[in-house]
Nanobody
Framework: QLQLVESGGGLVQPGGSLRLSCAAS????????MAWFRQAPGKGSERVSC????????DYADSVKGRFTISKDIAKNTVYLHMVSLKPEDTARYYC????????????????????WGQGTQVTVSS
């Protein structure tokens, strides 16, 4: 069964940090570009970060650039999103997504371009 399971969300104060994990099962991340999306209440989904299946190049939304880092551990078949200097506007439900095949992060900005999704993990930044 192909599955993505996110974890690591929670409540954190402004300026704090979190590391989200996305564990894949039923397939190997080698052949998939991976992305983290987020959706806040009343807003559309936003791709915050991507890591390419071709060359492990990465891409970040301007709103998180310099604060978020995406990485993947092939041995653990897991993708991470390390978030620092968190702001209240980072509050959202965060989802990881997998896109099959050799793709770059210059594409894949829309959720329908991805083949598999996790159930999401809530991040709340508040004092």
């Amino acid at each position: 069964q192909l599955q993505l399971v996110e974890s690591g969300g929670g409540l954190v104060q402004p300026g704090g940090s979190l590391r989200l994990s996305c564990a894949a099962s039923g397939f190997t991340l080698d052949y998939y570009s991976m992305a983290w999306f987020r959706q806040a209440p009343g807003k559309g989904s936003e791709r915050v970060s991507c890591i390419s299946s071709v060359d492990v190049s990465t891409d970040y939304a301007d709103s998180v650039k310099g604060r978020f880092t995406i990485s993947k551990d092939i041995a653990k078949n897991t993708v991470y999103l390390h978030m620092v200097s968190l702001k209240p506007e980072d509050t959202a439900r965060y989802y990881c997504a997998a896109r099959r095949g050799p793709t770059y992060c210059s594409s894949g900005y829309m959720f329908w371009e991805y083949d598999y999704w996790g159930q999401g993990t809530q991040v709340t930044v508040s004092s």
